[in-house]
Structure formats: C-alpha cells, structure tokens
C-alpha cells in the first residue's frame, strides 16, 4: 500500500484542442517526474485538468503515465467527478490500470452537504477497492471539508490520507494539529498550495502534493527533503530562491504558469482546455524572467 | 426571436440512477408548465440538473420536451459545459433541435478569468447561431459577472438576456438600474432567485427564471402577471402565500426540496443525481407540512 508521503508532482496534461492526450509529450514528462525520484506523481490533477478531459482520454493518460513510469515511481491519479456513478468508473478504471492510489476531489455544481460528502467517498472507497486520497480543493471544488469530516472519512476503509491546502505560516501549525488529532492514526495528512507547503511540511504535513513540483521536480524535491530533515534554514532557503515563481503564481495563477513554464523550459507545447487561455504578451514575459531569475539548481 | 420576457419555468428532469431521462415522467412536467401557459420552459437549467446529464441524455431531454410542448411554449435549454468545445456542440445539439434559445452558465472548475468568459461566451454564440441567455448563478458556476462584462457581452450578436440572482429588496431597484445602465438596448435583464424575484420584476427585471415555476407553475405564472401589472400588493400578497415553501427552500435548499415536491404532488418519484441526496425523514416531512400550509390556489 502507497504511504502518501514526501513529494507527490503534479503535472500538466498536454492534450490538442479536441482533449486528445498528447502521448509523447506526457511521457517527456512522466519521465522527468521519474528521472528526478519523486515520491509520487500525482497524474491528472487540478493542474492535469482531470476535469476537462473525457474518462477514455483520463484512462489512456494513466496507461502512457504507467508505462513510462515503469514502476520507478508510484502514480496517483485524479478520478473526481460531478456524478458518483462516474467518479466510480474512473475509480474501477485507476485500479484496473494499477494506479497506486486515487485523488477523489468533492467535484460540484449543487453545493453538496457534509453527508452528501461522506457517501460519496464512502461508496466510491467501497466499491472500487482503490485506495483513496481525499482532495481538498475549495478554490475549485467549492466545498469545504471540516476537521470533523476528514476524521470520519479517515476511518473509512482505504481512505488513507487527505491533501488540504496549507494554510499561511502563523496558523499552519494549528491547522495541522487540529487535522492530525481528528484523523485515524497512520492516515496520511499533507498539504497542497505551493508557496504556504514548505513551513506545512515543517509543520508536520506528512506530503507535499506539488504544482510546481510536476515541472520543477528537482528544486522541489531538494525543498522536500530539507523540511523532512527539519532544516528550517535551508528550507527556508531554497524555497525563497523560487520567490520569482512564486510571484507569477500569486498574479497570474499556478496552473496558466505552468503551462507557460513547460513550453519556456522546452517540456511541451501545449495549451490548457478552452476556456482557460494560455498566458501571452507581458503575462507570459513575466515568467520567462522569473525563469531566468532563478538560480540554476532551482530552474529543473 | 424568443424575448425572453415573463415567467421561464424551471423543472426538474426525471432520471434513474444511471442518468436515463425517464421519457414519461418528464412528459407529465411539460405538459403541466404548457397546459398553464408559461411564457417558456427553462429546461435542464440548474433545477434539471444539466451538468450531471450526458450530451446523449440533453439531447433526449430536449426532444421529448419539444415534442410534447409541441410548439405552444418556448423551450430555453442548459447548454452549459467546462469545455468551450463541448459548450458548443451543446448549442448546436439545441438548435438542431429546435430549442428557443441556449442557458449558457459559464460552469467552472479552474477558476475563469473575465476574458476567458467573453471568448467562451462569443465563441459559442457566434459559431452556434443560437441565441443565447447568459446564464449567471455564481452559486453554482463561482463565476460573478461585473455589470460591465454583461453589457460587453450584451453586444455580442446573438447574446440576448441574462439571467442574474436578484438581490434583496433594498438592494434590487439599483442592482436592476445598473444592469439596465450596462447593456444594449433590447437586451433582456431577467432574474433568479424565487425568494427575491417578485420584487426584482416590480423593479424592471424583464422576466423571471423560477425554480418553483416548474413544479407550481399557475402559482407562480399568477405572481408574475400580478408584478408585470405593477400590482405591488398583490404581488406581495401572492408571495407570502408561498412563504411556507420560501421557508423550505432556505432550510432545505430549492433543488432537493422541488424533488420532493414533484413526489409530493404526484407528478414524478425521481431522486437527484448522487451525490446529491434526495431529502428524507424530517426534512422530507418539511416539504409535506409545506404544501399542506399553501393556500390552495397556490399550491399548483
């Protein structure tokens, strides 16, 4: 069984205009992600766009992660959906593939209630067998878990774990206290949200589900393996040096960044799904010089 | 060309567990809102349930409701999507069709940006040539549209209306000013939100989108007539009458509470898509006690 700990890399999902999943470029890279030992990839994600791309376009992205991959690196994928019937197909389809895990978001368009919630996951847990991880996305789920309910989930069998948003610096420690005390113990409780995870991970977060991670594995692994020594300093450190990125992120949003950033460093050329646009002009200019800015260990 | 003035009744759309529009009971629904003569059907709005159905089962949905209005009333059809794309084989499903006009929400999981909204909505408009509504719910959608990107989009050939949540009383007359301010001329300002809508047609708004209106339509269609006549205490006096219900949709929310309506009146015993639940126990016995309170001019 996946431990869900350290970094887990989320990368983009090059796809044409159509949603059509652009093979080699996923496998450029998958391979990336696995040459650089993450501790996991984190395969169609928010950042994967999992949610504009059909289930046969999720099942063959898995398949070509999978295979590049080639079992260096544990694969855990995004297999949210509006409808319950479908979250569970794509649950049935990540196990049949061999994912390690799923990341089940509270995908809605109704606002959903705490118990409409709990069934969901529960019936999508149970029946598939995948293991899950529960994602906490409200800036795109729009629903918000409260500590009482990710205990509850953490006692349902095969929730192993959760990727909460970390909080800012001066309640990160709070927040992580409060998860760790209503969850099962040895379920895994990690952060997302790039720039606030380096002082979660200090914190306590046992993973850092990463954006920036999935296309600067190295730099983000290093920041990693620092908090997990507890080198506050060093952590602090490097996290500073990607301040340039950071600073794209907070004005023209991580996902559009990324995808900038793939095509800067040569990845791959692709755009997000319509109607997200691609940044252009100075917002694309921006993150060529944040690139440029950063130091040399920090821009792979 | 539609007006898109009046009252555009919102039902629910009957499906099984898998997602199967039940022919029949869908029948009954629009046979009820045409036999009362609503200025036209809101089909697959929010209250249907749009973005849980698949294209194949809009696309059923749309020409079994079209077949049984058989012409006396106009149907307006949700054609809302996350992909630009898929948005717009939507729209072209619905004017094939035969549908009066598109509900086009601007549905999101990455949160857009203004410009992202204007190219979705031209796109689709423009390449589809079927008049569209802008259908703005952030409650669902956590898109705002500024009164300044309506009216930019309100000059958009083919874009018609909006469709926006109306405010609270002491707020409506300047929110419907300012939309007014805003757009085109002949561009139609409606409204959503039962709770508020009456006093938002007594301040301008052209028509009103109902959620109740698809289940009691002579109820609602009578509040509208009464505000369209400036009849201010009669529209008062009409809503209050209803108050019963308002309280069960502030309790219950309108979605799960209009399911158990249309079971309670005996029109359909369909559940809505999981995850959401339908209401059971207590809250169910709400609905009932609810119905039972209405006097019985209203309850229909």
């Not at 019937?85 to 649950?91: C, G, H, N, T, V």
């Not at 995908?107 to 991880?133: M, R």
């Not at 080198?231 to 960044?257: I, K, M």
């Given at each position: 069984?996946?431990?869900?700990?350290?970094?887990?890399?989320?990368?983009?999902?090059?796809?044409?205009?159509?949603?059509?999943?652009?093979?080699?470029?996923?496998?450029?890279?998958?391979?990336?992600?696995?040459?650089?030992?993450?501790?996991?990839?984190?395969?169609?994600?928010?950042?994967?766009?999992?949610?504009?791309?059909?289930?046969?376009?999720?099942?063959?992205?898995?398949?070509?992660?999978?295979?590049?991959?080639?079992?260096a690196?544990?694969?855990?994928?995004?297999?949210?959906?509006l409808?319950t019937?479908?979250?569970?197909?794509?649950?049935e389809?990540a196990?049949?593939a061999?994912?390690?895990?799923?990341?089940?978001?509270?995908?809605?368009?109704?606002?959903?209630?705490?118990?409409?919630?709990?069934?969901?996951?529960?019936?999508?847990?149970?029946?598939?067998?995948?293991?899950?991880?529960i994602?906490?996305?409200?800036?795109?789920?729009?629903?918000?878990f409260?500590?009482?309910?990710?205990?509850r989930?953490?006692?349902?069998?095969g929730?192993?774990?959760?990727?909460t948003?970390?909080?800012?610096?001066?309640?990160?420690?709070?927040?992580?206290?409060?998860?760790?005390?209503?969850?099962?113990?040895?379920?895994?409780?990690?952060?997302?949200?790039?720039?606030?995870?380096?002082?979660?991970?200090?914190?306590?977060?046992?993973?850092?589900?990463?954006?920036?991670?999935?296309?600067?594995?190295?730099?983000?692994?290093?920041?990693?393996?620092?908090?997990?020594?507890?080198?506050?300093?060093?952590?602090?450190?490097?996290?500073?040096?990607?301040?340039?990125?950071?600073?794209?992120?907070?004005?023209?949003?991580?996902?559009?960044?990324?995808?900038?950033?793939?095509?800067?460093?040569?990845?791959?050329?692709?755009?997000?799904?319509?109607?997200?646009l691609?940044?252009?002009?100075?917002?694309?200019?921006?993150?060529?010089?944040?690139?440029?800015?950063?130091?040399?260990?920090?821009?792979?």
């Open positions: 069984m996946i431990a869900l700990s350290g970094l887990s890399a989320f990368p983009i999902t090059p796809a044409d205009r159509h949603g059509t999943v652009d093979e080699a470029a996923l496998r450029r890279l998958v391979a990336r992600l696995a040459a650089a030992r993450v501790d996991s990839i984190g395969l169609l994600g928010s950042t994967g766009t999992y949610a504009y791309l059909t289930r046969e376009q999720r099942r063959r992205a898995l398949e070509i992660a999978l295979d590049e991959a080639a079992g690196v544990p694969i855990v994928v995004g297999i949210g959906a409808r019937d479908d979250a569970l197909r794509l649950a389809d196990k049949a061999g994912a390690a895990a799923g990341l089940l978001a509270p995908v809605s368009y109704t606002p959903l209630l705490d118990e409409e919630v709990f069934v969901h996951f529960e019936t999508v847990a149970t029946e598939s067998g995948l293991p899950l991880c994602y906490d996305n409200p800036g795109t789920t729009h629903f918000t409260s500590p009482a309910l990710i205990g989930l953490s006692r349902v069998d929730i192993l774990g959760v990727k948003g970390a909080k800012p610096k001066n309640e990160v420690a709070a927040q992580f206290r409060a998860l760790g005390e209503a969850v099962q113990p040895g379920f895994s409780v990690g952060c997302s949200i790039d720039i606030a995870a380096p002082d979660a991970l200090l914190a306590g977060a046992k993973a850092w589900y990463s954006v920036v991670g999935g296309t600067l594995p190295k730099a983000t692994l290093a920041i990693t393996r620092a908090a997990q020594a507890g080198d506050t300093a060093e952590t602090a450190r490097l996290h500073a040096g990607l301040e340039p990125l950071w600073e794209c992120f907070r004005r023209h949003t991580s996902l559009r960044v990324v995808y900038a950033l793939a095509d800067l460093l040569g990845l791959c050329r692709a755009e997000p799904p319509r109607p997200i691609p940044l252009t002009g100075s917002a694309r200019d921006d993150v060529a010089a944040a690139l440029k800015a950063l130091p040399a260990d920090l821009a792979q």
